[in-house]
């Protein structure tokens, strides 16, 4: 069941950062506290559904921009949502009559750019579907799980009731289980716990490449390492299992920072890694230090795509731009860098050149290894060329000279 559709303002209270949302319902106007971790406007025609929808007529609301606030059964909303993104898969007859005759994209970049769209025009569609929660993150839904933990550890202590998107919940729960049971990393032998937002180390060969690459010869006087960039503080890890005997780890986000001091304590490694929030580099100078940055120049769609896509590579040439200062005298800088970019004709391995020259680096050397992700054999994947030939380095670089 739908009830009729009502225009709302957004509303952004001057005491309190988090947008609202209004509803009409049984004739009143009501509004609660909206929440996105993909930092998402709320709706502004929100419908009350219930068992009686069906999955046609929620996914023709949501494409038209109207969100449906649930009151039914929380496990059929699920098998809504599921039908739902069955839809988003299915074109329209028209829709294949224009790809069949339209032409293919014209580059790699293209194509790139016309699959972002796509998963963003998907997400936002199925992220129509909401949801109301108590003030203690209890969704007060028939067959509702338990999902309080699993909200506090995104959003926080709530002090008030709230809405957010069915989508957003169920990630947050499969965020709470990985970081609960932890995901295997092979050449560290031990598990990383990810917190929902830090970037799981689901691709371990970056973590491969800081296992195999030689130690620099400066660290013979002094076994100190940055890592920039933290984020679940793995390579910080595999840096002190190796027997650098000072880490220092730094990020900004304060999630990535909890993240990895948790990790670090966890593995007792607390005595050989500092964790320091900062914008790229610490204080001083360090005979390593090692940077994994996002790899594709393109903006993110959600806070935790930030780990891979960075907006004219600002971290990447933030990195380079500032390394040669912060090394020792003989010191590496390691960069860890996918060359999926390239591929998508997104960056050049000129313009990675130039930045690196520019910046007073040389490349002393480099270490090459195949991704083993499901997706780079996955010849439906739209970007399945650029995959397929893609290459995860670790390129050392010293100071010219």
């Known amino acids: 069941m739908t009830q009729a559709v009502t225009q709302m303002n957004q509303d952004r209270p001057a005491d309190d950062a988090q947008p609202m949302l209004h509803w009409e319902e049984d004739g009143q106007t009501h509004h609660a506290r909206w929440r996105s ?20 007529t929620a996914y023709r609301l949501a494409c038209e921009g109207t969100a449906l606030l649930w009151r039914g059964d929380y496990h059929n909303a699920r098998q809504l949502l599921q039908a739902m993104a069955r839809r988003t898969e299915r074109k329209p007859r028209r829709a294949q009559r ?3 005759s339209a032409a293919p994209p014209a580059s790699p970049a293209q194509a790139f750019h016309l699959h972002r769209q796509a998963q963003a025009q998907r997400a936002r569609t199925l992220a129509m579907l909401l949801l109301p929660f108590d003030a203690d993150h209890t969704v007060p839904l028939r067959r509702a799980p338990d999902v309080r933990e699993a909200c ?7 002090d008030q009731p709230y809405v957010a998107s069915m989508r957003e919940l169920l990630g947050l729960i499969g965020a709470h289980e990985w970081r609960k049971k932890g995901v295997p990393v092979p050449a560290l032998g031990e598990r990383i716990h990810p917190w929902y937002g830090v970037f799981s180390p689901v691709r371990g060969e970056y973590v491969d490449l800081i296992a195999q690459a030689p130690l620099p010869r400066a660290m013979t006087a002094r076994s100190l390492a940055f890592d920039i ?77 930030h780990a891979i896509y960075d907006p004219d590579s600002r971290m990447l040439r933030g990195f380079l731009s500032g390394l040669a ?26 313009a990675l050149m130039e930045w690196i020259d520019g910046a007073g680096l040389a490349v002393l050397g480099r270490i090459d290894i195949k991704p083993r992700h499901s997706r780079a054999s996955d010849a439906e994947d739209p970007l399945h060329a650029a995959r397929a030939a893609e290459t995860t380095s670790l390129w050392r670089l010293g100071r010219k000279g």
């Not at 993909?38 to 069906?54: F, G, L």
């Not at 390691?334 to 591929?343: F, K, N, P, R």
């Open 37 to 56: 971790e993909a930092n998402m406007p709320p709706p502004r025609r929100v419908v009350i559904a219930d068992d009686r929808t069906d999955a046609d």
């Open 98 to 100: 224009q790809a069949k």
């Open 152 to 158: 506090a550890e995104a959003y926080g202590a709530a």
């Open 229 to 305: 960039g933290t984020g679940t503080g793995v390579i910080a890890a595999m840096l002190a299992r190796r027997g650098v005997k000072r880490v220092v780890a730094t990020d900004q986000d304060p999630r990535a920072l909890g993240c990895a001091g948790e990790n670090i304590a966890r593995l007792g490694l607390a005595g050989q890694v500092e964790i320091v929030r900062a914008d790229l580099f610490p204080e001083g100078q360090a005979p390593l230090i090692v940077c994994n940055p996002p790899w594709v120049p393109a903006r993110a769609n959600a806070p935790i795509e």
């Open 325 to 350: 200062g912060h090394l020792d005298e003989g010191g590496e800088g390691w960069l860890i860098l996918s060359d999926l970019a390239e591929h998508l004709q997104l960056r050049t391995r000129e």
